[in-house]
């Protein structure tokens, strides 16, 4: 059942994440994926058309694991409800996270899949000494058991 997940993002926005991660490298950094889904509006079984999910702002936060604040990233229950507060804002949806990997490939930690949520998009940026490199992004599936590699599609506009 290999799904095909597909998130769009501007270039601008993509860079706005890699440039966050480097900032507070060596530590990570952490923020939500503000956007639409297409797909949440027509459930069931009918097949994905038109715009996939796409991403339309961040939401830059703190890492609050000050305790191993390199390689812990978990989403609290404040951090959702701020996020979506200023999703609502915008008229826009909380649709993911982004968190980066200082030093470590841009592969979801065991520690990532213990703390992720279904059908959220988790964009992760690999900062090798202090320079961002590869981005990646991934959905935990249903059962919770495994999770599936989402392709970005870096986009020259996304509306606006
Ligand atoms: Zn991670």
Known sequence: MA?????????DLSERIRRHGAEVFPHECCGALLGRDAT??????????????????????VNRRDDSPRNRFAVTADDVRDAEKAASQ???????WYHSHP????RPSQ?????AWPWYSYI???V???????MTSWRLDDDRQDYSAERIEIR????A
Do not use: Y
């Open 103 to 106: 030093d470590h490939p841009a």
């Open 90 to 96: 915008h008229g826009l949806e909380v649709v993911g």
């Open 128 to 134: 090798m000494s202090g320079a961002p490199a590869e």
């Open 124 to 126: 992760i940026v690999s």
């Open 3 to 11: 799904e095909n997940f597909q998130l769009w993002i501007s270039h």
């Open 40 to 61: 949440a509006v027509g459930s069931g079984d009918s097949q994905e058309s038109g715009t996939p999910r796409e991403v339309l702002d961040l939401f830059p936060m």
């Open 111 to 115: 520690f990532d899949r213990e703390h």
């Open 156 to 159: 020259n506009s996304a509306g």
